[in-house]
């Protein structure tokens, strides 16, 4: 397991950093173009983090790197997905089963809707992880989960931004995928190519 | 310790933040607790949680503090600080919906006359729409 965990944020980390100009590309087009850098910041400092993570219990490690991208990222991402972090970790039990870890998920994503105020439909991170925390319940497969993150990052592209900076460009922000979904998704697939290779 | 209620302005410009403080302080004076930030903890323009909650200390009063803040992931970013402050502080600490500049000073200039921290926020939301 905590070999797991440290393979998780290894992964993730580096993906995120990978895509920050393509992050940066998209929030350019609808935002204020800093979700790559910030988010970059915020993934180089969990992964500096590393070897102190790979000493906690999972639960610890998500609440430590939670933390970190609450104070590093900057933006309204840091809190958000530092928000997803924690409460995963926090909701995670000592040994988790997938029904543990579905739950923790649907938690966490509880507790972004209620720091960002929002919900699904309104262009953001959401519309990528509420229908993925469907599937986990629902025991979708690996690859099921991976088609539906991708496919809902897509249907962000015509949504019309209600949050966020986004929002005040009213319809000039049709057309273009939410840079937040896009992020969410690289971790998605960044934890799937994890526990695919694992199982 | 200031029996006024502190002020906190909160922009993802520093310079923006420090000039809305400048204005405060020419037009309130120094009585009333104030303290600015603005910049991502990288320096370029954004917030910081961890700057807020400084910001916060450095202007706290046992009356509690009012935050202004410019636009969507400094009121997050400021939401965030405040729950990570002490329990006993939370509950006494509010963001107030309104323009930074205009509600930075209406917000100072009702705490000057030493409203409570309710009266302080709803001065300054009196400046925003709906």
């Known amino acids: 397991m905590q070999d797991t965990m440290d393979r998780l944020f290894e992964t993730v980390t580096a993906r995120i950093i990978a895509a920050a100009e393509e992050l940066t590309a998209l929030d350019s087009a609808i935002g204020d173009g800093d979700h790559g850098s910030n988010m970059k910041r915020g993934m180089e400092a969990v992964a500096a983090d590393r070897a102190k993570l790979a000493a906690l219990a999972p639960g610890e490690a998500l609440k430590t790197a939670g933390m970190t991208l609450v104070m590093k990222v900057g933006g309204a991402s840091g809190p958000l997905y530092g928000t997803l972090f924690m409460t995963l970790g926090k909701e995670l039990g000592a040994a988790p089963d997938r029904a543990g870890v579905a739950r923790a998920f649907a938690a966490a994503i509880d507790a972004v809707k209620a720091r960002g105020k929002s919900e699904t439909g309104q262009k953001t991170m959401l519309d990528v992880l509420v229908p993925v925390s469907a599937a986990l319940s629902s025991g979708a497969s690996l690859a099921e989960i991976r088609e539906i993150a991708s496919k809902s990052a897509a249907a962000t592209v015509p949504m019309l931004a209600i949050r966020g900076r986004a929002s005040f460009l009213g319809e000039r922000s049709i057309g273009h995928m939410d840079p937040g979904a896009r992020s969410s998704v690289i971790m998605i697939e960044a934890v799937l190519d994890v526990l695919e290779t694992k199982a | ?130």
């Open chain 2, 1 to 130: 310790m200031s029996d006024k209620v502190g002020i906190v302005i909160v922009s993802h410009s520093p310079d923006v933040a420090k000039g809305t403080a400048d204005m405060v302080r020419q037009m309130v004076g120094t009585e009333v607790p104030l303290a600015w930030t603005g910049g991502d903890p990288g320096g370029g323009l954004g917030t910081s949680v961890e700057k807020i909650m400084a910001a916060i200390d450095a202007a706290w009063s046992p009356k509690g503090v009012a935050i202004l803040v410019d636009l969507g992931g400094a009121e997050t970013n400021s939401e965030m600080a405040i729950e990570l402050m002490p329990e006993d502080r939370r509950d006494r600490i509010v963001v107030c919906n309104a323009p930074v500049v205009e509600g930075a000073v209406m917000a100072a200039t009702e705490a000057w006359g030493g409203a409570s921290l309710d009266e302080v926020r709803r001065t300054a939301e009196e400046l925003s729409p709906g």
